[in-house]
């Protein structure tokens, strides 16, 4: 058998037992989910923005959101800074490294939540974004990798991968990311699609 296949799942599990180990990420997941259902539940909306393989993510994050994931329910408020026109757009007349602020700067508003994925927790674009955030009193949260880089501690809430590898942290991002939607239908729902726990029904 291929030895990479083997040694590439073991250092997934390896990963997945570290995580485990470390009640403060456990207790940042938690708490970040409740952040965003309390965001929602008072018609406030979630932004994702990622650069490459975290901008897949900022997507997915947000498509399960808007669309479905475990219950039929009404739609949830989620979008990622992901459209290419826009993105080039931006790029063009300002420089990639504000390509996520402008669109923070267009979109939100005080009292949403901007989500910043950054493997290396270095992303000039991403810090811009959540600076960009902060500046417009949103609540701010991140996914990171390796020791957190320049955002570590920088955000309201905050996760970071205990890893170097890039698609290791990314497979660990794609797990959170499935639990705080899971969490967040949770709690705003009490059943598949029926009886919200709020005004999300309106």
Known sequence: MNSTIRETFQEAQELISRVLNRENIL???EAMA?????????????????????MCDAIHFAEELS???NKDRN????IALSDPGYLSCVANDYGWDN??????????????LVLGFSTSGNSTNIIKALETAK?????????????????KGFCDYEIIVPSDN???????????IHLLIELIENELFTSKGEHPQ???CC
């Open 27 to 29: 207790k940042q997941i």
């Open 67 to 69: 669309g479905r994931f």
């Open 75 to 78: 739609a949830l408020s989620a």
């Open 166 to 176: 890039t698609a290791r942290i990314q497979e660990i991002h794609g797990i959170i």
């Open 198 to 200: 709020s005004e999300l």
């Open 135 to 151: 500046r417009k009193e949103c609540f701010t949260a991140s996914l990171l990798g390796k020791e957190g880089g320049k955002l």
């Open 99 to 112: 390509v996520f602020a402008r669109g923070v700067d267009a979109f939100a508003l005080k009292g949403d």
């Open 34 to 54: 409740k952040q965003m259902a309390d965001v929602l539940l008072k018609q406030g909306k979630l932004i994702a923005c990622g650069n490459g393989g975290s």
